[in-house]
């Protein structure tokens, strides 16, 4: 089988299509946290589930920058830690 830059880019060593995937540990507790920021809007527990969130939004992408499936995977995570550390610079 031909390994076009099409495959490179989307598929899987199993040669499946993945361009989502089911939410790990990371994004998970990102999740979680960023919505309990909702419900508590000042304070430590605010400070506290925002560096939560960052931490955890960090850690996925870095994750997926350096293990992604593929490299679009990859390319996600370069995106998404670029634009954290952006966020935060600001």
Same mark, same amino acid.
């Given at each position: 089988m031909q390994n076009t830059l *099409?495959?490179?880019? *989307?598929r899987d060593n199993e040669g499946q299509i993945v361009i989502a995937q089911m939410p790990n540990l990371p994004l998970i507790v990102w999740i979680v946290a960023s919505l309990l920021k909702i419900l508590f809007t000042t304070g430590k527990i605010n400070l506290g589930l925002d560096l939560l969130a960052f931490?955890?939004? *960090?850690? %996925?992408? %870095?994750?997926e920058l350096f293990q992604g499936v593929n490299y679009f995977r990859r390319a996600l995570g370069l995106l998404v830690l670029v634009g954290l550390i952006a966020w935060k610079i600001q």
């Open positions: *099409f495959d490179q880019v *989307f931490g955890s939004l *960090f850690t %996925w992408a %870095w994750e």
